[in-house]
């Protein structure tokens, strides 16, 4: 029997959800509030006299499970992929050092005072720890790294970086942002994975160097090949439809209002929502009880201002993206599509995304074009990336839900709105903004396929289970 499902989400998972329904007969309706589909994952073409493409930051695909790659290269198109390999480094004191860290790349670029302190404290913290000197919790960001690294080497490379991109002490970030983005278990850890390389089956997914990328189009080459297809299957893709309301009846959902000036409502058979779990619980209609509107209230997500500046050069490096963790510096991260597909900008032109983290309606989120381009110019020219007057133009793109904020309380906000939203018979929430999880690209197609299936089967596929243990981080 032909099932009516409505999607909240035209993102990754929402897109990948909705094609395994329509492969096996099923109708969708996607509601997307953006006038694009992808999400974070979406990208824009400007082809005029000149070819330009530029996604949300940088983005590679890649998996340990080969099944999903030939999945994504029959969506995008095999005529339309490039092979590519990942360079990520780290600007400190004026030198390039490799991310993830190399024990040889370090002992050579990093001051030979800091670096003898950098052992010192490693032996001293490891010491102290194998012994039982020191108690150490694991329950914030500061303490789980400084435990398996040091103190300088969690100051260096790790402590700067987190509380420039996430605006508060890493003293007040979970330990589980830790444990799944940081594959190093520690200095050992590090010094051994560069004197022996892990065989191939084995290595974390931060150390993967291979990875897939669209040719031209971007990476939201992707999302949209996931939307044609619905689309060519009778389903329906509605962009600039944000959900408005989520109206339901005790604990089952009759219908989604949504639209910005003439206001529809869809109803379907069954619900899927992959938009941030907090708006999903918001828009329900009658309201959550007061207790959860509360724990709604506690959860934050960051925001980020991407400043992309057109410039008159061939490339600024070879790096896939730049970390900037310093201080003195606004920007936290570049990347330079080039780097993925050489077809991104023209040939003797090149264009990096500049990263700025922040609070919606903060200072830099309100900042204008002209400001935020004379930040990012500031900070790429002070560590010698690029030369005064070779900016050409800027382009400015925001996200206001990008990442959720894994504070000290949030699994305590977390637990009452994921128990209330599940408890709705007939919707299920996935995805990263729909289970407030950071998890990487491949999974969020998986989540997506995975619920799908089961929606379209009734057949179990362990969907919540995506992205939680340690193997898929790193």
């Given at each position: 029997m032909q099932k009516h499902v409505v999607i909240l989400g035209g993102g990754l998972a929402g897109l990948s959800c909705g094609y395994e329904l329509v492969q096996r007969g099923h109708r969708v309706t996607i509601l997307e509030r953006e006038p694009h589909v992808g999400g974070m994952a979406s990208s824009f073409v400007e082809d005029g006299a000149e070819y330009w493409c530029y996604d949300f930051g940088p983005h590679r695909f890649h998996s340990k499970d080969e099944s999903l790659i030939d999945h994504v290269r029959e969506i995008i198109g095999e005529e339309n992929i490039v092979h590519a390999k990942r360079l990520s480094r780290i600007v400190l004191f004026n030198k390039f050092f490799d991310y993830p860290l190399n024990a040889s790349n370090v002992v050579r670029n990093m001051p030979k005072t800091l670096l003898i302190k950098a052992f010192l404290d490693y032996f001293w913290v490891r010491l102290l720890d194998v012994f039982k000197l020191r108690h150490?919790?694991?329950?914030?960001?500061?303490?789980?790294?400084?435990?398996?690294?040091?103190?300088?080497?969690?100051?260096?490379?790790?402590?700067?970086?987190?509380?420039?991109?996430?605006?508060m002490p890493?003293?007040?970030?979970?330990?589980?942002?830790?444990?799944?983005?940081?594959?190093?278990?520690?200095?050992?850890?590090?010094?051994?994975?560069?004197?022996?390389?892990?065989?191939?089956?084995?290595?974390?997914?931060?150390?993967?160097?291979?990875?897939?990328?669209?040719?031209?189009?971007?990476?939201?080459?992707?999302?949209?090949?996931?939307?044609?297809?619905?689309?060519?299957?009778?389903?329906?893709?509605?962009?600039?439809?944000?959900?408005?309301?989520?109206?339901?009846?005790?604990?089952?959902?009759?219908?989604?209002?949504?639209?910005?000036?003439?206001?529809q409502v869809v109803e379907g058979d069954e619900y899927v929502s992959t938009i941030p779990v907090t708006a999903l619980a918001k828009a329900l209609s009658p309201k959550v009880p007061q207790e959860v509107e509360r724990a709604i209230?506690?959860?934050?997500?960051?925001?980020?201002?991407?400043?992309?500046?057109?410039?008159?050069?061939?490339?600024?490096?070879?790096?896939?993206?730049?970390?900037?963790?310093?201080?003195?510096?606004?920007?936290?991260?570049?990347?330079?599509?080039?780097?993925?597909?050489?077809?991104?900008?023209?040939?003797?032109?090149?264009?990096?995304?500049?990263?700025?983290?922040?609070?919606?309606?903060?200072?830099?989120?309100?900042?204008?074009?002209?400001?935020?381009?004379?930040?990012?110019?500031?900070?790429?020219?002070?560590?010698?990336?690029?030369?005064?007057?070779?900016?050409?133009?800027?382009?400015?793109?925001?996200?206001?839900?990008a990442y959720p904020v894994y504070d000290l309380e949030y699994k305590k906000h977390l637990t009452p709105i994921m128990d209330y939203v599940n408890g709705l018979g007939n919707l299920k929430t996935t995805g990263r903004q729909g289970n407030f999880r950071y998890n990487n690209m491949d999974q969020s197609v998986e989540m997506g396929r995975k619920m799908g299936i089961e929606r379209a089967t009734g057949a179990r596929t362990d969907h919540e289970r995506v992205a939680t243990g340690k193997e898929y981080f790193g």
């Open positions: 150490f919790t694991d329950r914030d960001f500061e303490s789980w790294t400084t435990r398996r690294f040091g103190a300088t080497l969690y100051r260096i490379f790790f402590g700067q970086y987190t509380e420039k991109a996430w605006g890493p003293s007040q970030i979970s330990a589980d942002w830790a444990s799944q983005r940081i594959t190093l278990l520690n200095l050992r850890d590090a010094v051994m994975k560069t004197l022996f390389r892990p065989k191939k089956g084995n290595v974390p997914r931060t150390l993967v160097t291979d990875f897939i990328y669209p040719k031209y189009g971007g990476i939201g080459e992707l999302a949209r090949g996931y939307a044609r297809r619905i689309e060519a299957a009778g389903s329906r893709v509605l962009t600039d439809a944000p959900a408005i309301r989520v109206l339901r009846d005790g604990m089952n959902v009759t219908g989604i209002e949504y639209g910005r000036h003439d206001r209230d506690s959860l934050r997500y960051i925001s980020i201002v991407f400043v992309y500046l057109k410039l008159n050069r061939g490339n600024v490096s070879p790096d896939n993206w730049v970390y900037l963790p310093e201080k003195h510096l606004t920007v936290h991260r570049i990347s330079e599509f080039k780097n993925f597909s050489p077809y991104c900008s023209p040939k003797d032109k090149t264009m990096v995304c500049c990263e700025i983290t922040c609070r919606r309606g903060d200072e830099i989120w309100r900042a204008s074009p002209e400001q935020l381009k004379s930040i990012a110019e500031r900070d790429l020219i002070s560590v010698g990336l690029i030369q005064a007057g070779e900016v050409l133009d800027v382009v400015v793109k925001k996200i206001p839900y």
